[in-house]
């Protein structure tokens, strides 16, 4: 595996190796190509603290077989979305390293490949979605806030249809660093949820529902219009909503560790 940029900027705090052969280092780390198909940000974790994902949806198998591989040479693990049949057979072919594990989410049509054990959990994320159809979305997040090192407690099928169902979830839910919520059809349930808890909420319409504003149109756009503050992410966006969640999360950890 390629050294983090955190370990080379340690080693030139230390005096180990100069200057010139840092910002050489550090142009090395920019990124690794991948045959012509690809170049792979391999930084990108310790430069933003969020972790390169793999879209495979629109890939050749192999091609994706391959920058898998290299991401997970290179950072240790590595997260692919939107996952077929047909490339989740060639991804399970792939030789891993010793103690390394594959997981396969179904329903959220995800795949995480490790080289080791995930780092413990810092930070909680709470992931809700509305209805039946809107958990593969919400799953795609949850997959995304736990690989990027949070804890997740998960509650679906709390839409406002029956808004009893919500309460004792958000109970549960009490002591999370961010929401990320989860609706199709008119979109109704982040804005409730961010008028009731401390906690940011990120709004991720889904693309369920028909007719006029069906297809995740006018959950967006309810969800743009609420009066009740939250973030919202683009339809069917799990990875970003999951992403921002765990971000806060982490962040709102470590600055409790500080203090």
């Known amino acids: 595996m390629q050294e983090s940029l955190r370990d080379l900027l340690k080693s030139f705090g230390q005096g180990t190796i100069s200057l010139d052969e840092t910002l050489g280092r550090i142009k090395i780390l920019n990124y690794r190509a991948v045959g012509e198909v690809a170049k792979l940000d391999v930084s990108r974790a310790d430069r933003i603290g969020i972790p390169e994902a793999i879209l495979a949806e629109g890939k050749d198998k192999n091609d994706l077989l391959a920058i898998s591989l290299a991401h ?3 950072t240790g ?3 692919i979305t939107r996952v077929s049949a047909e490339q989740l057979d060639v991804l399970k072919s792939a030789a891993l390293p010793t103690g390394g594990s594959f997981d396969h989410n179904i329903r959220a049509r995800t795949v995480v490949m490790r080289s080791g054990e995930r780092k413990p959990a810092s930070g909680k994320v ?9 958990i593969p979305v919400a799953e795609e997040a949850k997959v995304v806030a736990e690989e990027m090192g949070c804890a997740v407690i998960s509650e679906y ?5 029956g808004i009893h169902r919500l309460f004792p979830c958000l109970e549960r839910m009490s002591d999370v660093d961010a929401f990320v919520v989860a609706a199709g059809r008119e979109g109704t349930l982040p804005a409730v949820v ?3 808890v ?7 319409p889904v693309s369920t529902g028909y007719g006029l504003g069906g297809k995740g149109q006018a959950a967006l ?7 009740s503050v939250l973030t ?3 339809v069917d966006a799990g990875f970003v909503a999951g992403a921002f969640a765990a971000k806060i999360a982490k962040q709102k950890a470590y600055g409790q560790k500080q203090y």
Request: hydrophobic share 55%.
């Open 157 to 161: 099928d709390v839409g406002v249809a």
């Open 198 to 204: 401390n906690a940011p909420v990120i709004g991720l």
């Open 77 to 79: 693990s590595v997260i």
């Open 221 to 227: 756009y309810s969800m743009l219009q609420s009066c």
């Open 126 to 134: 709470g992931i809700l979605a509305a209805g039946t159809a809107d």
């Open 232 to 234: 919202v992410v683009n």
């Open 72 to 74: 997970l040479a290179e």
């Open 194 to 196: 961010a008028g009731l």
